[in-house]
């Protein structure tokens, strides 16, 4: 007992807490023992799956996050009186299918896609809906790339250019607050990933001009509340305004990479392109509030097979790349094809992923309870979360606390039973949980 004793207080001073705080010694309150662990993987983190993966029911419990791309083609039917018409169904079922496995989605809505027939059965088709297709204004340029057939929306037309602003206002409307919806991403060009290649660049034709990515960016910021971010690409100034422009850099978005961890993705292992975009799109604090994710690298057919070694891949283990990046989530979904792509390593690389809590201090006089909590964690939570006492939460939100950060808490309830402490958010699936460790004993 005296060793535990030892080793909780060490937990607590280097964590910033003072154990003679008033806010706990206060006269009428007592220490709560508390014996929690986390157990299981956090909501809205980890490592991530396609929704058509043929093994996503085995590894349904070592995963909480499932990917979709999105076709605005499928939901939008047309436009009357100057209103956008929708049927949303097509959505729905896909949002429905992922949370009866208990799991939330991160989706990406995209326009071009090389080689892909998922909109119509022809090659490269892009998913601008059909209304604006059938315009006589609007004209599409193709290339036929080296991953397939490449149609490119025109960003010369006025229509397609309000209709991308009207789309998301009425997604954001519809979906801001949806438990269902974890993460949105976004862009521009191939796969929206904010670029293109096998055909030349032409900005205000076959990709937004730098004032109309501007202007929808700013936009998005007013009326999506989803946490959303953009490709670690958007640092490329060919491509984009963002990093030049600080109305822009100041937009409170996160940032995901889609060739993670290949083998000259670091600065130190050679071109570092990936780890140079980090650092300007970045700044080194993006991460503190907009969420950070992104793909595994398929630069070659094992790196998603591999990343998942203990020992490591090109010099980096996952525990260490996610740490160094506060990595949120990540796909990974043909790392089941390799030796190290287990249930159990995927749901161990899932707790070294996103945010973790801990409670420090919980002491009670019977109407309240307070609480000293810190993230013990690689990154915060990017969703309100609040601490409760059977239906009583507080008003403080675990939303952006940093790692090794505390905050005081308070909840306008007292706790009698150690197992009515939980935490609750409007954010997450009523069957998922987000845990909490705690070693507490008088």
Avoid at 90 to 114: A, C, G, T, W
Avoid at 415 to 441: C, G, M, N, R, Y
Wanted: glycine share 8%; aromatic share 14%.
């Amino acid at each position: 007992m005296k060793k535990l004793f030892f080793l909780c207080l060490v937990s607590t001073l280097l964590c910033g807490c003072n154990p003679e705080d008033p806010f706990f010694t206060e006269k009428g309150f007592n220490t709560v023992e508390l014996n929690s662990e986390i157990t299981s993987v956090q909501p809205m983190t980890g490592l991530v799956m396609w929704t058509t993966h043929p093994l996503r029911l085995k590894y349904a419990p070592s995963i909480s996050l499932e990917f979709q791309y999105c076709l605005p083609c499928r939901v939008v039917t047309g436009k009357v009186d100057g209103k956008l018409q929708y049927d949303w169904s097509y959505f729905e079922n896909i949002l429905n299918d992922i949370q009866s496995r208990n799991h939330q989605v991160v989706i990406r809505f995209r326009y071009e896609y090389p080689g892909n027939t998922m909109v119509d059965g022809v090659a490269g088709s892009t998913a601008v809906p059909q209304y604006i297709k059938d315009l006589e204004d609007y004209n599409e340029t193709f290339k036929k790339n080296e991953d397939g057939p490449t149609y490119y929306a025109d960003w010369t037309n006025a229509e397609l250019q309000w209709f991308t602003k009207q789309f998301y206002t009425d997604f954001a409307a519809r979906y801001n607050n949806d438990p269902r919806i974890a993460f949105l991403e976004l862009g521009f060009g191939h796969w929206s990933e904010y670029h293109i290649y096998g055909t030349p660049l032409k900005l205000g034709i076959n990709f937004p001009s730098k004032a109309y990515q501007k202007e929808f960016l700013t936009h998005v910021s007013q009326v999506v509340t989803i946490p959303w971010s953009i490709s670690i690409d958007a640092a490329d100034t060919g491509y984009t305004p963002i990093v030049g422009d600080e109305d822009l850099m100041a937009l409170n978005f996160g940032v995901f990479d889609d060739s993670f961890m290949h083998n000259h993705h670091e600065i130190k292992q050679g071109d570092g392109y990936n780890e140079r975009c980090w650092r300007e799109i970045g700044r080194d604090t993006r991460w503190q509030t907009g969420v950070c994710g992104g793909e595994i690298s398929y630069y070659t057919s094992n790196d998603q097979r591999n990343f998942l070694n203990p020992e490591g891949m090109y010099g980096w283990t996952w525990e260490a790349a996610a740490a160094k990046y506060h990595i949120t989530f990540m796909i990974a979904n043909d790392a089941t094809g390799g030796i190290h792509g287990t249930v159990d390593r995927f749901k161990e690389a899932a707790l070294a992923s996103g945010y973790q809590f801990r409670v420090l201090q919980c002491v009670t006089n019977g109407q309240e309870t307070r609480l000293s909590v810190t993230n013990q964690g690689i990154a915060p939570i990017y969703r309100d979360a609040y601490f409760a006492v059977r239906d009583n939460h507080s008003t403080t939100s675990l939303k952006g606390l940093l790692p090794q950060d505390t905050i005081n808490i308070t909840i306008p309830a007292g706790l009698v039973e150690p197992s009515d402490l939980h935490i609750t958010s409007p954010h997450i699936l009523s069957t998922q949980k987000i845990e909490f460790a705690a070693q507490l004993f008088e």
